[in-house]
């Protein structure tokens, strides 16, 4: 089993800034990837980014690209999000996620891909 515990959400200006952060413990030598999902309220959940536990590629939703960017400590086991130039509609309750069996690129952004979920931490953008 792979616990994830997130961190780091809150209120925030549209334009501001926020870094959520993602520690993981337990079994976390079986993690292929770790993602971040977002749901808004009344909104299904979407792909965020994802970051390969080993190598380091990175994977990115076309909303965010250029404005967030996913990052890992491998010493840590924690993977952050860097969110910069936040937007009201980037409100939603953020969740980190985290696979046991290797996932082809294509599907890094279907949360049917992942195992575990953390609780979820809120962000909210102010205009």
């Known amino acids: 089993q792979v616990q994830l515990v997130e961190s780091g959400g809150g209120l925030v200006q549209a334009g501001g800034s926020l870094r959520l952060s993602c520690a993981a413990s337990g079994r976390t030598f079986s993690i292929y990837t770790m993602g971040w999902f977002r749901q808004a309220p009344g909104k299904e959940r979407e792909f965020v980014a994802a970051?390969?536990?080993?190598?380091?590629?990175?994977y990115y939703a076309d909303s965010v690209k250029g404005r967030f960017t996913i990052s890992r400590d491998n010493a840590k086991n924690t993977v952050y999000l860097q969110m910069n130039s936040l937007k009201p509609d980037d409100t939603a309750v953020y969740y980190c996620?985290?696979?046991?069996?290797?996932?082809?690129?294509?599907?890094?952004?279907?949360?049917?891909?992942?195992?575990?979920w953390g609780q979820g931490t809120q962000v909210t953008v102010s205009s």
């Open positions: 996620a985290a696979d046991r069996t290797p996932q082809a690129v294509g599907n890094l952004n279907r949360d049917s891909s992942y195992n575990y």
């Open positions: 970051i390969r536990w080993s190598g380091g590629s990175t």
